[in-house]
């Protein structure tokens, strides 16, 4: 059975950082591309970042480029992200999510996702 541990979410000040951090197991991670998602207070989840299965590609939805980074530590069972310069707006629950891949696609329907964690809070203030 897989199951994904995400960790690191917290309160913190607008412009500050906090690195969110995936623990995966069960299976053999490098066949997983995998993913991050993010839901607000009222909202529906959205994508926020992909990542595929060597780290050969990373995908970021618009309101976060330039700010987040996917990386993936295939050694570690782990994938994580940097966010910095943070905002009110990225206020949400953070989910990693994961799916069996063989190839390097990437994935930013949340529907393609097999795996999920239980998320993470992360709180901006202003």
């Known amino acids: 059975q897989v199951q994904l541990v995400e960790s690191g979410g917290g309160l913190v000040q607008a412009g500050e950082s906090l690195r969110l951090s995936c623990a995966v197991s069960?299976?053999?991670?490098?066949?997983?591309?995998m993913g991050w998602f993010r839901q607000a207070p009222g909202k529906e989840r959205e994508f926020v970042a992909a990542i595929s299965l060597r780290a050969g590609r990373t995908y970021y939805t618009d309101s976060v480029k330039g700010r987040f980074t996917i990386s993936r530590d295939n050694a570690k069972n782990s994938v994580y992200l940097q966010m910095n310069s943070l905002k009110p707006e990225d206020t949400a629950v953070y989910y990693c999510?994961?799916?069996?891949?063989?190839?390097?696609?990437?994935?930013?329907?949340?529907?393609?996702?097999?795996?999920w964690g239980q998320g993470t809070q992360v709180t901006v203030s202003s």
């Open positions: 999510a994961g799916r069996t891949s063989y190839s390097g696609v990437i994935y930013h329907d949340l529907k393609k996702y097999d795996y």
């Open positions: 069960g299976r053999t991670f490098s066949n997983y591309a």
